[in-house]
């Protein structure tokens, strides 16, 4: 997915520098979920000159134009992502924070099917399950 300038005017945001910089940053990482801090650290490591406080407010802006989606980690902690056509869920690690994505296409018929017993019409929907990693799992008992 490439975006560039007519995305953002389309999305009704001014052309930046520092938006089109961190659009960059999201559809070059190999990081598909990335927090404000993340964003911010590639920007030092590549020299620009962009504040943390631009960070928060241009990814703010990304999500209210429906540039990036927001992922809530607890805590006030947050990672995005490009927003995309392609469904799926989500489940974060409540230890690591770290972030996977998954298809269950049994769980997506029954909510579909759920709404339509109700009468309705599915307009978007988001699973986001907290868990408990492996990793941090084997972590804690290696640590027993």
């Known amino acids: 997915m490439s975006l560039g300038k007519e995305d953002l005017k389309q999305a009704g945001l001014k052309i930046t520098q520092q938006r089109l910089k961190i659009l960059r940053i999201f559809e070059s990482s190999q990081q598909r979920h990335l927090s404000a801090d993340d964003v911010y650290k590639i920007l030092q490591q590549n020299s620009e000159d962009v504040g943390i406080a631009t960070v928060y407010r241009v990814l703010a802006q990304f999500e209210s134009a429906g540039i990036l989606q927001r992922l809530n980690l607890g805590r006030e902690q947050a990672v995005y992502e490009l927003e995309s056509d392609d469904h799926h869920d989500h489940m974060i690690c409540v230890k690591c924070h770290k972030v996977e994505e998954f298809i269950d296409y049994v769980i997506e018929s029954r909510q579909n ?24 799992i084997a972590a804690d008992q290696s640590k027993k």
């Open 113 to 136: 099917k759920a709404v339509e017993e109700l009468g309705g019409r599915l307009i978007e929907h988001s699973s986001v399950l907290y868990i408990e990693c492996k990793d941090c």
